[in-house]
């Protein structure tokens, strides 16, 4: 199977984005499958979440302005199967220099050719920025599917009709023909209000089988998780959230792999 680009994004802050994107990757790479984590964001939280020092000069912002590669910018994580492309503060500086660029919305599936050609990963999964700025669209366009995490709150419907939108505008105007919104995973839920429930209902009667199965609970120990480097499977594995990020995995893969899914389910 080539390489599968997935962009984890929602231009809403706050909503389990960076946590879904950390912790998926975990989960996917603790299953064999070889996983690049790439931080696009100039936050660069997943990088902390995952343990490694933001270096200066070590993102992809460089690479990103056609000077050197993106393959130079690969770290180890301390996880099996898991490397690390690290999220730095002068990402800030890209989306103001790609603008001026040639192929502005095209610079990381560039960036990203020799990556995959290298063969060297089963999946990439790039974390976005908080926005629908030039370094989210650039995802959206070197991307094969779209995740977009969702809070159970009262605002998460809003704005994740304009995801759909500029996801329909990329593939109509030729951008991106392939993208697909991959799925909708509902996070920081908890069961015991009437809201997260009412939320839950809402999306799954917008979206229907796009939205996964899998819910992520709100708990402590995942909260806690990124101050300690580490995914959540790594620092409480018998947490709620540790055995639901790992079906989501399982649903992911599942999703991307239709095929070897069903060969699997019927052996």
């Not at 002068?90 to 020799?114: T, Y």
């Not at 050609?117 to 920025?129: A, E, T, W, Y």
């Not at 399982?250 to 095929?259: F, G, K, S, Y």
Request: glycine share 8%; with cysteine.
């Amino acid at each position: 199977m080539p390489t599968k680009v997935i962009a984890v994004a929602n231009q809403k802050g706050g909503v389990g984005k960076t946590t879904t994107a950390v912790n998926l990757a975990a989960c996917i790479a603790a299953v064999g499958k070889r996983v690049l984590l790439f931080d696009l964001d100039p936050q660069a939280n997943a990088t902390s979440g995952v343990g490694l020092e933001k270096i200066e000069g070590g993102s992809a912002y460089r690479p990103l302005l056609g000077e050197g590669t993106l393959l130079e910018k690969v770290q180890q994580s301390a996880y099996k199967g898991l490397e690390v492309i690290p999220g730095e503060v002068d990402l800030c500086g890209a989306d103001i220099e790609l603008a001026r660029s040639e192929n502005h919305l095209q610079r990381v599936k560039l960036a990203l050719k020799p990556v995959l050609d290298s063969d060297r990963f089963d999946l990439v999964l790039i974390d976005c920025p908080p926005s629908l700025g030039i370094l989210t669209l650039n995802a959206f366009a070197a991307a094969d599917g779209l995740l977009v995490p969702l809070q159970c709150e009262y605002f998460a419907l809003e704005g994740i009709s304009m995801v759909n939108r500029i996801l329909s505008q990329l593939r109509d105007n030729g951008v991106n023909p392939r993208l697909e919104l991959l799925g909708v995973v509902m996070t920081m839920y908890d069961g015991r209000t009437k809201l997260a429930q009412q939320v839950v209902s809402e999306v799954r009667e917008h979206f229907g089988d796009k939205v996964f199965e899998t819910m992520i609970p709100r708990t402590t120990k995942l909260a806690e998780a990124p101050s300690f480097g580490k995914p959540i499977i790594y620092y409480d594995r018998y947490n709620a959230a540790a055995a639901a990020y790992e079906i989501l995995a399982q649903e992911v893969m599942a999703r991307l792999e239709p095929q070897v899914a069903a060969e699997v389910a019927a052996s």
